[in-house]
Structure formats: structure tokens, C-alpha cells
């Protein structure tokens, strides 16, 4: 079995604030067939996030399928609040690509 | 269910200020929107705007897209309703607002009734709420203080759609709120006109960013029809559509979950929401629940002002000072720690080229020719955050490293004066939960006849 990219599966890998004390992510596909087998493949999981940004699980907020979107979404608690001395990414927009990175088993 | 008829709703952009299509306001106009309503701001710019009270988008742009939408409602007949004024929605932010307002509607020589709603929360009020024990965290991570609400120079909470429904049983023409839940803005005329709430919060959460629940997206003008179960969304503009997958993705933004949201007094049910393509431009979308919450709680945003930013931006082209750049810029550190004891200083190094978005996030091995560093520092005075950026800055000039082959600098600076003083830094200080007795106690509503 090889692997690849989530990027060259999914069709949209996005990050943004939800709130100042979350970063969110969605993953997204417009082929159904693609998702499920991202989806049901579970390369896309709490533990591998995590593993893709050196974070502790305890930091993943939440994580879920979300069938009728075509979508897996995860949330994450940033290190540092939204603005607050440190903080690089005012609007969490640019955290995507350790996610996007994360290889995905393709038969 | 009172059979209302429909009621369309436009947002003719994201936020106001940041555009939209005069064709794509045209089109949307002719197909007779009953008001239209627009969000003007968030926590997403950060702290500042909620801290410093400065508005989010110029007084020109502010200006010239209100004359816009006022002229097209007043030629229509139908209400301007404008949430989050200003950017973070501030007594200071709302009062520039309908200063705009009155300016605008003297140089149109119209007559208008004119509403405003205060967001801004008393301190006092706030903590004797902390006393009382009905305040929340949301997600701050830690409990609200009477210390912390002490710090705090900004407060506002986010009003749901019984304000601005008052606004309009008085009459008023043009609303101008102080922050509130975005969906609220949206959805508070169809739910003054008798709509389900349940679909117009719903139909609230996906107009409020405009067209960016169309593709191709963009901040341009998105409509909403409320009928009695469902709703139906189409942008504005032709050379745009709504698509099940478009709107289906906007569902998802900017929120932690899809499925159950809460907001003011509410809580959303999303799970059974089903979309469905029913022309080429047009979704139809149904399915949303709400329950009334036992008891009434708004969310609390506060700013405090944590110190002064100074910072100073250089770029770096020589791989042997690129090779010992992290320890320098640790031995920075230490001897700028050092020259300030006992005052302190935050210090930030911001090393593009490294990890300079997502710093301890950041698993990647270094790579590129360049380096880009922002030195960022935060003290309790400008003139202390102003001398330690500039230890900083003019130590890492001129260190000398094991390998340097170029003795001369180690810093390309584009700007002289190399350190520039960002004035105030503000933080969120509260994003807490506040039971309240009444939707309506805290956001009072103001009338004038223009």
C-alpha cells in the first residue's frame, strides 16, 4: 500500500480562528467517494494531528466527521490566546499545512 | 406557525467597508429585499479595535458603502441594519458610526428615524456578577476575577436579535448595533416579522459573511428568503452561484462545531440540516432546531491593555549568521533580560524562514536562502519596550559568531528608524458567559429623528 499527501486528496485544507482561544480546521472534498475513503483510511485522526503539530492530545478541542458536508474537522486550543504577545497568526490562516502534510494509505 | 410569507434578507458584503458589486447590489435590490443587514465586525482582527476603540475599516470606506446601502434602502422602503459597529462593536465605535450616518443622510437630504444599540458593559456590572456567581468561562481557560474585570478597559457583550427587534417596533429606519451575535444581525427581521427563529439564525450564520458561502467567493452581496420551513440562498451577483458544496463548507467556517451551536439565550441544532441545489444559482436549506435555553446568558468580550509594542523587522542573507541565528538570538534574549532587571519585558522573536507563523507548532526542518525576523517586544512603557527592542536589534547587528565571514552587520534593516513603537498592546481579558435577567437589560435602545 502507498501513501499520499492529504493535499492530493482533499480539495480544500483550511485553518481559522473560531474565537480567540481556538484554531479550526476543515478538511474538505466535493468527491464522495474520496472522503470516505480519507475518512474510513483514519489517517485523519486526534492522534495524528497532534503528532503533525507536536501538540499534546489533552490541545485537541474536537474532531469530527461531518458526512453531509464532506468535511473532517478538527479544533485545536492555541498555544497563545489570539493577539496576545507571541501570537504569529492574527487569524489562524496559516496553520493548514502540517495537516495537509499528513500522508493518507491509497490503494 | 404563523404563515408569514417570505421574507428576503440581503448582506451586501462580509463586513461593511470591505465591498461589494454595484451590478451585484442592483440585482439583489430587484428582487425586493424586506431589509438589509450587515455585520461590521468580530474578535477576528484581534484585540485592538476591542482595546483602543479605533474602528476596524476608515471612516471612508465606512462612509461611502452606508451612502450606498442607505440610498438603495431608502429609495426601497425597507430598514439598514448594521451589527458589531465599528469592528468591535464599542460605545466609541458606535457613536463614529451613526455620526457617519447623520452625515451621510444630510447630504442625501433624506428624512430617517435613526437607532443605535450600546454594547458596552459597566465593569461594575460585570462584577457584581462574579459575585453573584453567573458568570461562566467560555474558552478563555480561566474563571473571570474582579482583579481581571479591574484590568479590563473594554467591555462589550454580544447582544442576540431582541435588541434590534426593539430598534424596529420603534420604528427606526437605520439601526446601528454595538456588538452582536453575528447570526442575530441577520436573522433579528424575519424574527420580528414573525419568522421561525430556528431557520433565521441558521440562515443568519450563513449570510453573515456575505458571498462568501458563493463561488467564486467574495466579500459581495448573498441573499436569504425565509419561508415557513426552509430558506433559500442565492448571491447576488450573476456571475456568481450558490452551491450545495459552497454553502455546505460555509457551514463549517469559522466554528468548532458543525452539529450544536450555541448563541444568546438559544442553542442551535444543526444535525438534521440538509442542503439541496434547486436551481443552477439557488440552495435550499432546511432541517435547523433551537431550543430556548433555561436561562439567558450573552458572551462577554473584554480587552485590557497589557503594555506598550515595540518592534523592529530585519531580514538575514548569510547562511553562516542563518547556521547561529538561534543561539544569538537566545543570547540576545538573556542580555536584554539582563539590562532591564528588574523591570521586564516580553520578547518575542518572530523568525520567518523558521517558525515564524506557528512557532512551537512548527515541526518543519529549515530551509530558503533568507530569513526574516520581527523582534517584538511588550513592557510596561513605550520607552522601555522602545530601549529593549533596540538592545536588541543593534546587539544582534554587530555580534560577532564563530564562522561570521562578514564582520560589517549581520542585520539588512528596511527602514530607518530601525524600531518602531506600535503604541498600546491590548489582550482579551474576557470571553466568559454572563447570565443576564433580560434579552434586552444591557443593550439600551436610542431614537432620533433625522
Not at chain 2, 482583579?147 to 473594554?154: H, P, R
Request: hydrophobic share 40%.
Amino acid at each position: 500500500m502507498s501513501s499520499r499527501p492529504l493535499h492530493e486528496l482533499a480539495d480544500i485544507v483550511r485553518s481559522k480562528n473560531a474565537g480567540p482561544y481556538r484554531i479550526t480546521f476543515d478538511v474538505m472534498f466535493t468527491d464522495r467517494a474520496r472522503y470516505e475513503q480519507v475518512r474510513d483510511s483514519e489517517a485523519i485522526r486526534p492522534q495524528t494531528v497532534a503528532a503533525a503539530y507536536g501538540l499534546d492530545i489533552s490541545q485537541i478541542s474536537s474532531f469530527f466527521h461531518v458526512d453531509q458536508a464532506m468535511a473532517i474537522k478538527v479544533t485545536i486550543i492555541r498555544p497563545r490566546a489570539q493577539g496576545a504577545a507571541g501570537d504569529g497568526d492574527m487569524y489562524g490562516c496559516q496553520h493548514h499545512v502540517p495537516l495537509m502534510n499528513i500522508a493518507v494509505p491509497v490503494t | 406557525m404563523v404563515n408569514v410569507g417570505p421574507v428576503t434578507v440581503l448582506t451586501p458584503t462580509g463586513t461593511l467597508g470591505y465591498g461589494f458589486g454595484d451590478e451585484a447590489l442592483a440585482r439583489g435590490m430587484s428582487l425586493k429585499p424586506a431589509v438589509i443587514a450587515v455585520d461590521a465586525g468580530s474578535t477576528d482582527p484581534g484585540p485592538s479595535y476591542l482595546g483602543s476603540g479605533k474602528p476596524l475599516v476608515s471612516d471612508y470606506g465606512i462612509r461611502r458603502e452606508l451612502k450606498v446601502l442607505i440610498s438603495a434602502a431608502h429609495a426601497a422602503g425597507i430598514p439598514v441594519i448594521v451589527g458589531s459597529a465599528g469592528g468591535a462593536g464599542t460605545g466609541e465605535q458606535v457613536d463614529r458610526t451613526t455620526a457617519l450616518v447623520r452625515d451621510i443622510v444630510a447630504e442625501l437630504g433624506i428624512h430617517l428615524k435613526l437607532a443605535w444599540i450600546y454594547a458596552d458593559i459597566p465593569i461594575e456590572r460585570a462584577k457584581a456578577a462574579v459575585r453573584a456567581g453567573v458568570i461562566e468561562d467560555f474558552e478563555a481557560g480561566t474563571p473571570l476575577t474582579e482583579d481581571i474585570l479591574d484590568s479590563t478597559c473594554s467591555l462589550v457583550a454580544q447582544m442576540g436579535h431582541e435588541p434590534i427587534c426593539e430598534a424596529l417596533e420603534g420604528g427606526a429606519d437605520v439601526i446601528i448595533a454595538g456588538r452582536a451575535c453575528d447570526d442575530s444581525v441577520i436573522a433579528s427581521f424575519p424574527i420580528w416579522r414573525g419568522a421561525d427563529p430556528a431557520l433565521a439564525i441558521h440562515m443568519g450564520k450563513i449570510l453573515e459573511c456575505g458571498a462568501f458561502s458563493a463561488e467564486p467567493f467574495a466579500m459581495d452581496v448573498m441573499l436569504g428568503t425565509l419561508y415557513d420551513d426552509h430558506f433559500i440562498l442565492e448571491p447576488g451577483s450573476t456571475e456568481r452561484r450558490a452551491s450545495v458544496k459552497s454553502v455546505a463548507a460555509h457551514s463549517l467556517y469559522e466554528r468548532e462545531n458543525p452539529f450544536s451551536q450555541g448563541g444568546p439565550g438559544h442553542q442551535m441544532d444543526l444535525s438534521n440540516c440538509a442542503f439541496e441545489q434547486v436551481t443552477e444559482r439557488q440552495v435550499k436549506v432546511v432541517g435547523a432546531r433551537m431550543t430556548a435555553t433555561d436561562d439567558y446568558y450573552v458572551k462577554l468580550e473584554g480587552a485590557r491593555l497589557a503594555g506598550y509594542h515595540s518592534i523592529c523587522i530585519a531580514g538575514m542573507r548569510c547562511p553562516t549568521f542563518a547556521g547561529a541565528v538561534g543561539g544569538l538570538l537566545d543570547e540576545a534574549r538573556a542580555r536584554a533580560v539582563d539590562y532591564i532587571a528588574p523591570e521586564k519585558a516580553h520578547i518575542t522573536f518572530h523568525l520567518y524562514g523558521r517558525n515564524g507563523v506557528m512557532k512551537e507548532l512548527e515541526l518543519a526542518p529549515p530551509s530558503g536562502h533568507e530569513l526574516g525576523l520581527v523582534i517584538d517586544v511588550v513592557a510596561q512603557t513605550q520607552e522601555l519596550a522602545h530601549a529593549v527592542c533596540h538592545h536588541i536589534s543593534g546587539g544582534l547587528l554587530h555580534r560577532h559568531y564563530p564562522d561570521v565571514i562578514n564582520p560589517s552587520g549581520n542585520l539588512a534593516f528596511p527602514y530607518s528608524p530601525s524600531d518602531i513603537d506600535l503604541g498600546p498592546h491590548y489582550e482579551f481579558s474576557a470571553y466568559h458567559l454572563m447570565k443576564v435577567g433580560s434579552p434586552t437589560e444591557l443593550f439600551p435602545v436610542h431614537f432620533e429623528e433625522l
